[in-house]
């Protein structure tokens, strides 16, 4: 990638995921972007796992946002098939330890080798086909890019992955976001180097990109500047290593805080910290960033 730039790309997930997704504000954080002049990508979740359905049957106004938003600059890949938390492989310690994933931690903890066995490569080529299908039926465009739910992986999920999609963003390498969210506040930012970012990125066969972490979920004020110092962080050492900086939101947690404000707190950091490294920033979505 050129060094001269500095790649920021913005991520948001669980389009379509009942309970964590409504049409006014996808519609409400479409326009914001625009209004910053920010670029970014959306996973979209393809099947309603409460009712089973297509999630164009359960919203049918998302085919059409997504139309429109296409040809602002933003674009949009899958998020699992269903958003179950082990449908391609496991989530992560960090995500497991969050206060609302008890049973799923105790569930993977009595089924891994059963769970192992399942997300073999075969597996998942056919969970990844049939909810891509759905999506690109309905939207008439390739999807090109993937995150699992609850960054869940499996070397089948990278394999398959790796196979019929331009690149995945399933992986974190700043854990210290989700330290936050389990009441670990006194953890410090976790380091970011050149090592640490080959090791995530050898796990995936294909194009990954690792992300940062989400410094808008659920955010309550007396979080903001310790959230904040983080983000700072982690964008210096993306700019120091010359990787590209890839947050994530999510479609109604950055809505329920002060997720908004730390986003554009964060926009206007990246363009002073660029500045200052003589570097020239650049919004864009993943499927742009991955033809570079």
């Not at 979209?44 to 359905?53: G, L, M, R, S, Y």
């Not at 049918?60 to 082990?86: L, T, Y």
């Not at 950091?269 to 490294?277: I, L, N, T, V």
Request: proline share 6%.
């Amino acid at each position: 990638m050129p060094s001269d730039k500095f790649y920021f790309a913005m991520t948001v997930d669980d389009v379509a995921l009942s309970h964590w997704y409504c049409e006014a504000n996808f519609r409400n954080l479409i326009r914001f972007f625009d209004q910053e002049g920010v670029k970014a990508t959306f996973f979209v979740v393809p099947v309603d796992e409460e009712t089973d359905k297509p999630f164009y049957e359960v919203f049918p106004e998302i085919p059409g946002i997504i139309k429109e938003a296409v040809k602002s600059g933003h674009a949009f890949g899958q998020h699992g098939i269903r958003h179950n938390r082990f449908e391609l492989g496991i989530p992560p310690a960090m995500v497991l330890d969050l206060p609302h994933e008890t049973e799923n931690k105790r569930y993977a903890a009595e089924n891994r080798e059963a769970l192992e066995a399942d997300h073999c490569v075969e597996n998942c080529r056919a969970r990844l086909k049939s909810g891509r299908d759905i999506l690109e039926k309905v939207l008439g465009m390739p999807v090109r890019g993937f995150r699992s739910p609850a960054v869940q992986s499996s070397r089948g999920m990278f394999q398959a992955l790796a196979e019929a999609y331009d690149y995945d963003s399933s992986l974190v390498w700043q854990q210290t976001g989700w330290d936050y969210l389990n009441g670990h506040t006194e953890v410090l930012p976790r380091k970011l180097d050149a090592e640490r970012y080959a090791q995530i990125t050898l796990q995936c066969p294909g194009i990954e990109y690792p992300l940062a972490c989400d410094y808008t979920w659920f955010l309550p004020p007396e979080r903001y500047e310790l959230t904040l110092a983080l983000a700072r962080h982690d964008i210096d050492s993306c700019i120091s290593l010359g990787v590209p900086f890839v947050p994530v939101s999510h479609v109604n947690p950055v809505y329920e805080g002060e997720g908004i404000r730390m986003l554009k707190d964060i926009f206007a950091y990246a363009r002073q910290a660029a500045e200052a490294a003589g570097k020239e920033l650049e919004f864009i979505n993943l499927e742009k960033l991955s033809e570079k």
